[in-house]
């Protein structure tokens, strides 16, 4: 056994000795893509002990963006036939009600993908007759980014410069699973990325309103591994925390500069989420001081209420309701080719993980774990 193994084996002990003093099942929700695909990679999903799962919570952008969003960015696209619209990679694929931004393309519109904000600052300053449109989605992590960017193109004095803004911020969204009475889960392990930007210090409105463990993790096998096994620690302990496992990049008050960044060109909103809904100051709007660079503003854009694609269980999977095996769609309506829902799609989606990971049957055990979270759930309904 290398040291690595031996390390995340002395973990998963620990965490098997928490669970069984215990005595009952016990859950623990990741709400970090990166999370989701490190977590199924490494296989740590078939090494839990008994009556341990690790369910996926709202933390893929992707997934979590609405379906009235999505239609939004698509119709841009096919509606303004002068403008160019970047977006990062994932997006293109996802559904929209009518068709996805590759459908889009193969129609006429001009969708571009790019690997940052600052490419689409580029295409607009080499041609600044055409329009550029950036879709912005993400968390805290990414949303500097966008913030540097609107300030780049402003300090260039672009005006075919705008971004369509679709952020959303972490805390709110905790609280409104928190709140939503159909917590199935024992604690949180939290957020790397987000975490480096926004601190631990951060989540302890979270545990001392909720009273919930909460964990920051990194996100080898190991990291995942020891998050999991003090979560199950302090369970047992009735600590709650937040602890921070993943010194090395978080800082108890995160980064000044990213925090200074978001305060300056954005400002909180009510937005809408997939399975979540408006939640009150959850989102990043541009403020009025840049609205120069805000799509909505520029092209009169807003978002319609749209439903999510019919039979997707997308929304339940990001709130730990369900496991994507759960979905009637799942590796036969829905695959990562012919995906339905924005958990297929997303490179960090719980559906395209388990369905890339799962399939040969190490999820089979997490599987059939699910019938102990349908009862639990029935209980709470
Ligand atoms: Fe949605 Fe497809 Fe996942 Fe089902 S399998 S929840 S349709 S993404």
């Known amino acids: 056994m290398t040291p690595r193994a031996l390390q995340c084996r002395r973990h998963l002990d620990r965490l098997a000795s928490a669970a069984r003093a215990i005595a009952r099942p016990l859950a623990f929700m990741e709400v970090c893509g990166t999370h989701t695909v490190a977590a199924f990679r490494s296989g740590l999903h078939s090494l839990l002990p008994e009556g341990v799962r690790l369910l996926s919570g709202p933390g893929c952008p992707v997934c979590v963006t609405s379906q009235g969003d999505i239609d939004l960015l698509i119709d841009l696209g096919l509606d303004c036939r002068n403008l160019t619209l970047c977006t990062y990679g994932d997006m293109i694929r996802v559904m929209g009600t009518r068709g996805s931004l590759s459908s889009a393309r193969s129609n006429g519109a001009d969708v571009r993908i790019v690997y940052s904000a600052m490419d689409a600052v580029r295409l607009a300053a080499a041609d600044r007759k055409h329009q550029v449109v950036f879709a912005a989605v993400g968390f805290e992590t990414t949303a500097p980014a966008t913030a540097a960017a609107i300030l780049a193109a402003e300090a260039q004095g672009l005006t075919n410069f705008t971004v369509l803004a679709s952020h959303k911020l972490i805390l709110p969204a905790l609280r409104a699973l928190l709140d939503s009475g159909q917590v199935n889960f024992d604690g949180f392990l939290l957020p790397g990325h987000v975490s480096v930007i926004i601190g631990a210090q951060a989540y302890h409105p979270i545990v001392e309103r909720y ?35 993943y010194p090395e990049a978080v800082t108890p008050f995160g980064n000044p500069i990213a925090m200074a960044l978001l305060d300056k060109v ?23 001081r840049f609205a120069l660079f805000d799509a909505k503003i520029r092209f009169g854009l807003r978002a319609a209420f749209a439903p999510e694609p019919r039979g997707c269980r997308c929304g339940d999977v990001i709130t730990g309701r369900c496991t994507p095996v759960d979905c009637p769609l799942f590796g036969s309506g829905c695959t990562p080719t012919q995906a339905i829902g924005p958990c297929m799609v997303s490179s960090e989606g719980t559906c395209a993980a388990w369905f890339k990971y799962g ?14 979270q349908k009862q639990k759930m029935e209980a709470l309904s």
């Open 211 to 245: 009273a919930i463990p909460c964990v920051v993790a990194g996100f080898e096998d190991v990291q995942i591994a020891d998050a999991m096994a003090r979560l199950a620690e302090m369970v047992r302990d009735g600590d709650k925390g937040p602890e921070n496992l």
């Open 266 to 288: 954005f400002e909180p909103a009510d937005v809408t989420w997939r399975a979540l809904g408006t939640v009150p100051q959850s989102g990043l709007e541009v403020r009025k």
């Open 359 to 372: 399939r040969s049957g190490r999820l089979r055990k997490v599987a059939s774990d699910s019938s102990h």
